[in-house]
């Protein structure tokens, strides 16, 4: 699964200590968990949970896992170059990066188990660098000393890029025996349209809509994916998949809607329960796939102009799925010819 990119916050620059725990504030408000704070502020790391906290002295890391290097020249450059491999993560700055081409910092640190950041100061040059060499840097450090601003950041590396979804025609549905599935109670709300895509195989993932409609009988449960059985796949961020059984609080998963957009929830529990099953059988033209559902009228595949009750869908029936060649190791893609039925 590829690892998802990582925004940090320096927090450390700022001469007065009230800028620097600015930044955090507004940093955390705005979902950021990662900083680079001072060795002197310490009492920061209690305003909200963090996932990394680099702590400097005189603006170099006191960490020795950590490297902050400032590049002026060719001769920084290969020093910065030389860390691949020795350190946890590079912090990379300059005044000028055409001092230093970004894609040879990519290729050198590519696979050598070093993270490379780099430092941005705006919103476009953050997204120059996500991007260049098509996977860019592991992530971006913002320095600001404007904690507005953090926020215009964020949705660089919190959105996820649309999935493609296209139509597949229902061939036949049917009841099979009683199973455990698995239910995804988010800590979204979703709306008609919107909700994870699930499927038997990893090549075909059918659009299941969250239990956002009402249906004159239950209560909507617009943070619900009634998501099938427990062997299914489904799509979680950097374009993975895991188990449904692997799927626990905490963990995030892809909301993805109608037309492709897509976004990251945090899962808030799953509930795994014996329900009678139904069996879902569409084609894209060239193969069959499959994916196992509750046989209730409350779950729904989504279609290109509304949602299905399983109960209610037939032959000839047209339905979005996310269909792709390949196939998934560890919940990878991979270029290979996979069978699965």
């Not at 640190?109 to 919103?123: D, E, L, M, N, P």
């Not at 996820?160 to 109670?185: F, H, N, Q, W, Y």
Request: net charge negative; with cysteine; aromatic share 4%.
């Amino acid at each position: 699964m590829e690892e998802a990119k990582k925004i940090f916050v320096r927090a450390d620059l700022p001469a007065v200590k009230d800028d620097r725990k600015a930044l955090v504030t507004n940093g955390l408000e705005a979902g950021i968990v990662s900083y680079i704070l001072r060795d002197e502020d310490p009492e920061f790391r209690k305003l909200g949970k963090m996932e990394d906290a680099v702590m400097t002295k005189d603006g170099r890391s006191v960490d020795p896992a950590w490297e902050i290097a400032r590049i002026d020249s060719p001769e920084d450059q290969e020093k910065v170059l030389a860390l691949a491999g020795s350190k946890k993560g590079v912090i990379v700055e300059t005044g000028d990066w055409s001092v230093i081409p970004l894609e040879n910092m990519i290729a050198r640190f590519r696979g050598s188990g070093t993270k490379i950041y780099a430092v941005a100061k705006t919103k476009e040059d953050a997204e120059l660098y996500l991007k260049t060499m098509e996977n860019g840097t592991d992530g971006i450090v913002i320095d600001t000393s404007d904690p507005a601003e953090i926020g215009r950041f964020r949705d660089l590396v919190g959105t996820p890029a649309p999935v493609e979804l296209s139509e597949v025609t229902v061939e036949d549905v049917k009841p099979i025996e009683m199973g455990d599935r698995v239910c995804v109670d988010t800590c979204s709300l979703m709306h008609p349209g919107e909700g994870m895509l699930i499927g038997s195989y990893s090549n075909c993932l059918f659009l299941v809509q969250s239990e956002s409609e009402d249906n004159g009988y239950v209560a909507t449960r617009p943070f619900r994916v009634n998501a099938g059985a427990v062997h299914e796949y489904c799509m979680v961020p950097g374009e993975g998949t895991r188990y449904l059984s692997e799927i626990s609080a905490g963990d995030p998963v892809l909301i993805v809607g109608r037309s492709g957009n897509a976004r990251v929830g945090s899962v808030g529990r799953c509930k795994v329960e014996v329900r009678p099953l139904l069996i879902v059988s569409a084609s894209d033209g060239s193969r069959t796939y499959n994916v196992i559902l509750q046989n209730a009228e409350t779950i729904k595949l989504v279609t290109p102009e509304g949602a299905v009750p399983v109960t209610e869908l037939k032959k000839g029936d047209r339905v979005l799925a996310h269909v792709e060649t390949g196939g998934r190791h560890f919940g990878m893609k991979v270029e290979e010819t996979i069978t699965e039925k």
